[in-house]
Every structure is written in structure tokens, then in C-alpha cells.
């Protein structure tokens, strides 16, 4: 079994409850978007745009981390990463250009989806996989892929 395959198992294990899986579809995304929102908002050394912004950074990093778990998982995140930190620039470009906006809105994101994340544990009965290991952060979201990869036909 790969390294991949371990952590979406272990990760898989403290998710098995049908409520706990619906609101990790809906809040893992909300909250890897609103991190995004609130590193983008986070003065750069030049002016922000889409490429010059720490969101991006991130997502970079993030990048590397995918890319030596598994490359099918690499290019998903490019696709979803890069989706994500677009929508993040045009919510910052709506607001023209007002970064604390852009805060305060991915902030009420990141609150309100990680009390639902919370609620979903507390019905699943188990605590969240990143109080056992930090990676598990990175995992959730690759967990929800690599369910997509399944139905689609795609290996990870």
C-alpha cells in the first residue's frame, strides 16, 4: 500500500458517519478557500494580484506536498488550488481591492465551517484526524478527491 493510500485510510477512519462525511464536503472546501482568502489578504511585498500573493505561496508548498504523495493528486490541486485562489482574487477585486473585506469574509468562512467541522465530529464520536498529526489538515481535502479519482476512474 502506498503512503497515500495509509493516510486517506487513517484519515478515513475518524469519517465514517454519513452527517460527519456531508459536512466535510461542504466545509473542507469552505475552509481551504477561506485560508486562501486570508493569506491573500496578508500584505505582499508588491502589489497583490492574482500571481503575487501568499495564497499562492501556499498553495505552491502545498503543491510540493502533493506532488511527492502522488502526481494524479499533484494535478488535481493545481486545478482546484488554482480555481480557489482565482475565486479568492475576484472576491478581492469585487471588494475593490479592500483586503481587510476580503479578511472578514474568509474569516466568517473559516469560523462558521470549522464549527460544522466540530459538529460532524461530535456526531461521528471520534476527534479530527490533525490533533493526531498536522499533515491530516493537507489530507482532508486530498480524502475528498481521491473519492472523485474513484468514481471517475482516475488512480491516485
Excluded at 64 to 88: D, E, N, T
Excluded at 129 to 145: R, T
Aim: hydrophobic share 55%; charged share 15%; with cysteine.
Amino acid at each position: 500500500m502506498s503512503k497515500i493510500d495509509d493516510l486517506l485510510e487513517k484519515y478515513g477512519e475518524s469519517h465514517q458517519n454519513a452527517i460527519n462525511k456531508l459536512i466535510h464536503w461542504v466545509c473542507v472546501p469552505s475552509i481551504m478557500f477561506s485560508l486562501f482568502g486570508l493569506l491573500y489578504a496578508i500584505p505582499f511585498f508588491t502589489e497583490r494580484s492574482l500571481y503575487a500573493n501568499w495564497a499562492t505561496y501556499a498553495l505552491l508548498l502545498a503543491l510540493v506536498y502533493y506532488m511527492r504523495l502522488s502526481k494524479p493528486m499533484f494535478f488535481g490541486f493545481i486545478l482546484i488550488g488554482g480555481a480557489m485562489v482565482y475565486g479568492v482574487d475576484a472576491i478581492y477585486q469585487m471588494t475593490y481591492g479592500d483586503a481587510l473585506m476580503l479578511a472578514l469574509i474568509s474569516l466568517v468562512i473559516f469560523v462558521v465551517a470549522w464549527i460544522f467541522q466540530f459538529i460532524g465530529h461530535k456526531i461521528e464520536g471520534k476527534k479530527p484526524s490533525f490533533l493526531e498529526d498536522l499533515q491530516f489538515l493537507l489530507i482532508g481535502p486530498a480524502w475528498l478527491l481521491h473519492f472523485i479519482y474513484k468514481k471517475v476512474g482516475i488512480s491516485y
